[in-house]
């Protein structure tokens, strides 16, 4: 009895370790082809990242300027307008409450 369960333990482990071996294989061999599609993407994006960062190199820092106090005179007369509109949309609904 001892002998038939420790040829059958032996078995399953033998079985279960050629089966490790190979799950690992083929995982090894999935994350290889997939790292050989992804890196050249990987250095193309960075490529184009450094060409758009290079473009903000031509932009004379004056015209930065005044693009900034462009926008943020856009964004007070924006908040302003989003102050009046909230403030005129309680005012309503505190009429139609009542």
Do not use: W
């Amino acid at each position: 009895m001892n002998k038939q369960f420790l040829s059958f333990y032996e078995s399953e482990t033998e079985n279960f370790s050629q089966f490790f071996l190979i799950t690992m294989c083929v995982g090894i061999a999935i994350v290889a082809l997939s790292l050989l599609f992804i890196i050249p993407k990987i250095f193309s994006v960075n490529l184009t990242n450094m060409k758009v960062l290079s473009l903000f190199g031509y932009i004379p820092p004056d015209e930065v300027h005044e693009l900034a106090r462009q926008c943020q005179q856009y964004l007070s007369v924006y908040l302003d307008d989003m102050i009046i509109e909230r403030s005129f949309q309680d005012y309503s609904e505190s009429l139609y409450i009542s």
